[in-house]
C-alpha cells in the first residue's frame, strides 16, 4: 500500500479539494470570483440549465459535433488502418505518416486550419481555385452551421490518426486462419470483412467509440483557437458555454452546475467503457 | 494465395492519397512559415515561395525579452512548455511506476475501486475542476507560476502513467521477481533492480504519452497563467493567433516549433504505439 502513497498524494491532493469545492460552488449563487457569503440555492443552477434557452442549441451543437466526428473518425480510421495492415512496401514510412496528425498540438491544429480556411488568403479556397472547382472565395468560418462542420473537418483530420492505431491493434490480434476458413468456405474480400474482420473488431471498435465519445463531449481547445464560438454563437459547446458563464458572465455557481453535467455525461461513458474493458479481457481479448 | 498485381497497385496508390492529405496541412504550415507577409497576403496563394525568409526563426530565437514582443513570448513559452512538459514526466513516470507495480502485483482491498477512481479522475473534464483550483493555487501564491502547472497537470498525466505501467508489468511474466524476493529483495528492491530494467520499453512510451499529454494542455494554462513568467507554448500561439490573425506567418514559425517536440517523439516511438494501446487506455 505504502507503494501507491506517492501517486495518490499527487492526484488527489490537487484533485479532491476541486472536486468537491465545484460541486458546493454549483449549490450557491456565486457571481464574483470574489470569496463571501452567496446565498444557498440547492438545485436551482441544475433546474436553471433546463430552462436556460441559450442552452439547448449548445447541446445540440454538442451533440452533433459529437456524432459526426466521431463517425467519420470511426470509418476513415478503420478503412485507414486496413489498408496499413495491407501488403504494402515500406510499411513503417505509411504508419510514420499516419501517426503525425495525433501528435501535433491541438492549438496548432486549430490555428493551422484557421489559415487554411482565410476567407481571402486561404489554401482552401485556392486549391478549389486552382482545381476549377470553385473561383469565388468561400467565407468557411463565416456562417454557423458551415463553421462548426468545418471544424469537425479540422477535428477529423487530426484524430483519426489515433484510431487508426487503436483498430490496427485490434486488426494484429486476429489470427490469419481465420480469414483462411473463411475462404475455404468461399467468402471474397468483402464478406471477409463482414463476417471476420468486423465482428472481431468490435471490442476495439466500442473503446475507440467511448474514447473518443467522451474526448469529442468535452471539445474545448479547438473551439477556443479556430472560432470563440462564433458566428453567432453557432459553434459553442457545452465545455465552451460553460467557460463563457463563468470566466465572462462571472457566473461561476451556474458554471459549475452545467460542469457537473459534463461529469456526469463522461461518467455515463467511462462506466461503460470500463465494463467493456472488463469483458474483453475475460474473453481474452486485450 | 499471392496478391494479385492490380490489387497490390491499388492499395500504394490509396496510401499515396492518404499521405497527400496528411501531408499538405504540415506542408502549408512549413511554407506559410518561411514566405514572406507579402506572398502570403497575394490574392493567390503562393505553393512555393518565390523568396523564403528564416526571419521569423531569427526573430523568435533572438529578439529581447520584452512584454510586447510576440517572438520573444513565443521563445519563453517553449521555455515553459519544456521545463513543465518534463517536470510533469518525470514526477509522473516516477509515482506512476510505483503505484503501478502495486496494482498489477499486489492483492489488497478496494484495489478495483481505488484503480476506478485513478482512471475517472482521468476522464474529468478540466473545467470541472479550473475554478477552485485557480483559487487554491490563488492562495498558495502559485498562480503564473511553472511550479503550480506542473502540480495541476501531475494530476492528470499521473493516473495515465498509473494505468498504462500497471497494464505493462500484467504483460511481464512475475517469475522473476519472485526469484529475487526469494534471494532476499524487498519488493522496492525487485521492482527497482529486476523489473524496471526490463520494463525500459514500457517506461520510455508512457513517459513519451506523458509528455504529450503534457504538451498539449490547454485550459489549465489558458487560466492560470499571465505572463511570460508561466505562459505555455499552446497559449501564447492561442492568443496571438486571437489578437492578430492575419500575420499567419508568425505563428506559423511558432507552431513548427511547437510541433517539433511531439512530432520526433511520435517519430521515434512509432513502433511502440500499437503495443501501448493494446496494454492500456490511451487518450484518443
Same mark, same amino acid.
Given at each position: 500500500?505504502?507503494?501507491?502513497?506517492?501517486?495518490?498524494?499527487?492526484?488527489?491532493?490537487?484533485?479532491?479539494?476541486?472536486?468537491?469545492?465545484?460541486?458546493?460552488?454549483?449549490?450557491?449563487?456565486?457571481?464574483?470570483?470574489?470569496?463571501?457569503?452567496?446565498?444557498?440555492?440547492?438545485?436551482?443552477?441544475?433546474?436553471?440549465?433546463?430552462?436556460?434557452?441559450?442552452?439547448?442549441?449548445?447541446?445540440?451543437?454538442?451533440?452533433?459535433?459529437?456524432?459526426?466526428?466521431?463517425?467519420?473518425?470511426?470509418? /476513415? #480510421?478503420?478503412?485507414?488502418?486496413? %489498408?496499413?495492415?495491407?501488403? &504494402?512496401?515500406?510499411? $513503417?514510412?505509411?504508419? *510514420? =505518416? +499516419? @501517426?503525425?496528425?495525433?501528435?501535433?498540438?491541438?492549438?496548432?491544429?486549430?490555428?493551422?486550419?484557421?489559415?487554411?480556411?482565410?476567407?481571402?488568403?486561404?489554401?482552401?479556397?485556392?486549391?478549389?481555385?486552382?482545381?476549377?472547382?470553385?473561383?469565388?472565395?468561400?467565407?468557411? /468560418? #463565416?456562417?454557423?452551421?458551415?463553421? %462548426?462542420?468545418?471544424?469537425? &473537418?479540422?477535428?477529423? $483530420?487530426?484524430?483519426? *490518426? =489515433? +484510431? @487508426?492505431?487503436?483498430?490496427?491493434?485490434?486488426?494484429?490480434?486476429?489470427?490469419?486462419?481465420?480469414?483462411?476458413?473463411?475462404?475455404?468456405?468461399?467468402?471474397?474480400?468483402?464478406?471477409?470483412?463482414?463476417?471476420?474482420?468486423?465482428?472481431?473488431?468490435?471490442?476495439?471498435?466500442?473503446?475507440?467509440?467511448?474514447?473518443?465519445?467522451?474526448?469529442?463531449?468535452?471539445?474545448?481547445?479547438?473551439?477556443?483557437?479556430?472560432?470563440?464560438?462564433?458566428?453567432?454563437?453557432?459553434?459553442?459547446?457545452?465545455?465552451?458555454?460553460?467557460?463563457?458563464?463563468?470566466?465572462?458572465?462571472?457566473?461561476?455557481?451556474?458554471?459549475?452546475?452545467?460542469?457537473?453535467?459534463?461529469?456526469?455525461?463522461?461518467?455515463?461513458?467511462?462506466?461503460?467503457?470500463?465494463?467493456?474493458?472488463?469483458?474483453?479481457?475475460?474473453?481474452?481479448?486485450? | 494465395?499471392?496478391?494479385?498485381?492490380?490489387?497490390?497497385?491499388?492499395?500504394?496508390?490509396?496510401?499515396?492519397?492518404?499521405?497527400?492529405?496528411?501531408?499538405?496541412?504540415?506542408?502549408?504550415?512549413?511554407?506559410?512559415?518561411?514566405?514572406?507577409?507579402?506572398?502570403?497576403?497575394?490574392?493567390?496563394?503562393?505553393?512555393?515561395?518565390?523568396?523564403?525568409?528564416?526571419?521569423?526563426?531569427?526573430?523568435?530565437?533572438?529578439?529581447?525579452?520584452?512584454?510586447?514582443?510576440?517572438?520573444?513570448?513565443?521563445?519563453?513559452?517553449?521555455?515553459?512548455?519544456?521545463?513543465?512538459?518534463?517536470?510533469?514526466?518525470?514526477?509522473?513516470?516516477?509515482?506512476?511506476?510505483?503505484?503501478?507495480?502495486?496494482?498489477?502485483?499486489?492483492?489488497?482491498?478496494?484495489?478495483?475501486?481505488?484503480?476506478?477512481?485513478?482512471?475517472?479522475?482521468?476522464?474529468?473534464?478540466?473545467?470541472?475542476?479550473?475554478?477552485?483550483?485557480?483559487?487554491?493555487?490563488?492562495?498558495?501564491?502559485?498562480?503564473?507560476?511553472?511550479?503550480?502547472?506542473?502540480?495541476?497537470?501531475?494530476?492528470?498525466?499521473?493516473?495515465?502513467?498509473?494505468?498504462?505501467?500497471?497494464?505493462?508489468?500484467?504483460?511481464?511474466?512475475?517469475?522473476?521477481?519472485?526469484?529475487?524476493?526469494?534471494?532476499?529483495?524487498?519488493?522496492?528492491?525487485?521492482?527497482?533492480?529486476?523489473?524496471?530494467?526490463?520494463?525500459?520499453?514500457?517506461?520510455?512510451?508512457?513517459?513519451?504519452?506523458?509528455?504529450?499529454?503534457?504538451?498539449?494542455?490547454?485550459?489549465?494554462?489558458?487560466?492560470?497563467?499571465?505572463?511570460?513568467?508561466?505562459?505555455?507554448?499552446?497559449?501564447?500561439?492561442?492568443?496571438?493567433?486571437?489578437?492578430?490573425?492575419?500575420?499567419?506567418?508568425?505563428?506559423?514559425?511558432?507552431?513548427?516549433?511547437?510541433?517539433?517536440?511531439?512530432?520526433?517523439?511520435?517519430?521515434?516511438?512509432?513502433?511502440?504505439?500499437?503495443?501501448?494501446?493494446?496494454?492500456?487506455?490511451?487518450?484518443?
Amino acid at each position: 500500500m505504502a507503494l501507491l502513497l506517492p501517486a495518490a498524494v499527487v492526484v488527489f491532493g490537487v484533485v479532491l479539494y476541486p472536486v468537491i469545492r465545484t460541486f458546493v460552488v454549483s449549490l450557491y449563487d456565486v457571481n464574483s470570483p470574489m470569496a463571501g457569503a452567496y446565498p444557498f440555492v440547492g438545485l436551482h443552477n441544475y433546474t436553471r440549465v433546463f430552462q436556460d434557452s441559450g442552452f439547448y442549441p449548445v447541446l445540440g451543437h454538442t451533440l452533433y459535433f459529437t456524432l459526426v466526428s466521431t463517425f467519420a473518425e470511426l470509418t /476513415l #480510421g478503420i478503412a485507414v488502418a486496413l %489498408l496499413l495492415n495491407a501488403p &504494402l512496401k515500406a510499411r $513503417w514510412l505509411w504508419r *510514420s =505518416i +499516419v @501517426v503525425l496528425p495525433w501528435a501535433l498540438p491541438t492549438i496548432v491544429n486549430g490555428a493551422l486550419w484557421r489559415w487554411i480556411y482565410n476567407g481571402q488568403y486561404g489554401a482552401l479556397n485556392g486549391v478549389l481555385d486552382s482545381l476549377g472547382i470553385s473561383h469565388t472565395p468561400h467565407q468557411w /468560418l #463565416g456562417s454557423p452551421f458551415l463553421a %462548426l462542420n468545418m471544424v469537425i &473537418l479540422a477535428d477529423v $483530420w487530426k484524430n483519426t *490518426s =489515433i +484510431v @487508426v492505431f487503436f483498430i490496427l491493434a485490434g486488426l494484429q490480434t486476429i489470427p490469419a486462419d481465420l480469414y483462411e476458413a473463411a475462404r475455404m468456405d468461399g467468402a471474397g474480400a468483402w464478406k471477409a470483412f463482414w463476417r471476420v474482420t468486423l465482428p472481431l473488431l468490435a471490442p476495439s471498435i466500442a473503446v475507440v467509440l467511448i474514447l473518443r465519445t467522451i474526448e469529442a463531449f468535452k471539445v474545448f481547445d479547438i473551439i477556443y483557437v479556430m472560432t470563440g464560438g462564433g458566428p453567432a454563437s453557432g459553434t459553442q459547446t457545452i465545455a465552451f458555454y460553460t467557460y463563457l458563464q463563468a470566466f465572462s458572465n462571472q457566473l461561476f455557481g451556474y458554471g459549475a452546475a452545467l460542469a457537473y453535467l459534463i461529469v456526469i455525461a463522461v461518467f455515463v461513458l467511462a462506466m461503460a467503457y470500463l465494463r467493456i474493458l472488463r469483458q474483453g479481457q475475460m474473453a481474452g481479448v486485450e | 494465395m499471392r496478391p494479385g498485381t492490380r490489387y497490390l497497385v491499388l492499395i500504394h496508390v490509396a496510401a499515396v492519397v492518404m499521405a497527400v492529405v496528411v501531408l499538405a496541412p504540415f506542408a502549408w504550415l512549413v511554407v506559410s512559415s518561411i514566405s514572406p507577409s507579402t506572398e502570403l497576403l497575394s490574392s493567390h496563394p503562393h505553393w512555393i515561395p518565390q523568396h523564403p525568409t528564416l526571419s521569423r526563426y531569427r526573430q523568435i530565437f533572438s529578439s529581447a525579452p520584452g512584454s510586447d514582443d510576440v517572438a520573444a513570448n513565443f521563445r519563453l513559452a517553449m521555455g515553459n512548455s519544456l521545463i513543465v512538459a518534463t517536470a510533469t514526466t518525470l514526477i509522473s513516470l516516477a509515482v506512476g511506476t510505483v503505484g503501478g507495480y502495486a496494482f498489477a502485483r499486489l492483492r489488497f482491498r478496494f484495489r478495483r475501486t481505488a484503480l476506478f477512481s485513478f482512471l475517472a479522475i482521468y476522464m474529468l473534464p478540466p473545467i470541472a475542476l479550473v475554478i477552485p483550483l485557480y483559487l487554491a493555487l490563488a492562495n498558495l501564491g502559485l498562480l503564473d507560476t511553472k511550479t503550480g502547472l506542473v502540480v495541476t497537470y501531475c494530476s492528470i498525466v499521473t493516473p495515465f502513467c498509473l494505468w498504462t505501467m500497471s497494464n505493462y508489468y500484467l504483460s511481464m511474466p512475475p517469475d522473476l521477481e519472485e526469484a529475487a524476493r526469494v534471494d532476499g529483495c524487498t519488493r522496492l528492491g525487485a521492482l527497482v533492480r529486476v523489473i524496471l530494467p526490463l520494463a525500459r520499453p514500457g517506461l520510455l512510451t508512457t513517459g513519451m504519452f506523458g509528455f504529450l499529454l503534457a504538451w498539449d494542455e490547454f485550459l489549465y494554462s489558458l487560466i492560470f497563467t499571465s505572463t511570460t513568467n508561466a505562459k505555455t507554448i499552446p497559449v501564447a500561439i492561442a492568443e496571438f493567433t486571437g489578437k492578430y490573425s492575419s500575420d499567419f506567418g508568425l505563428i506559423a514559425a511558432g507552431g513548427v516549433l511547437a510541433a517539433a517536440p511531439p512530432l520526433l517523439l511520435a517519430l521515434l516511438f512509432q513502433r511502440y504505439i500499437v503495443g501501448g494501446l493494446t496494454s492500456g487506455a490511451v487518450k484518443g
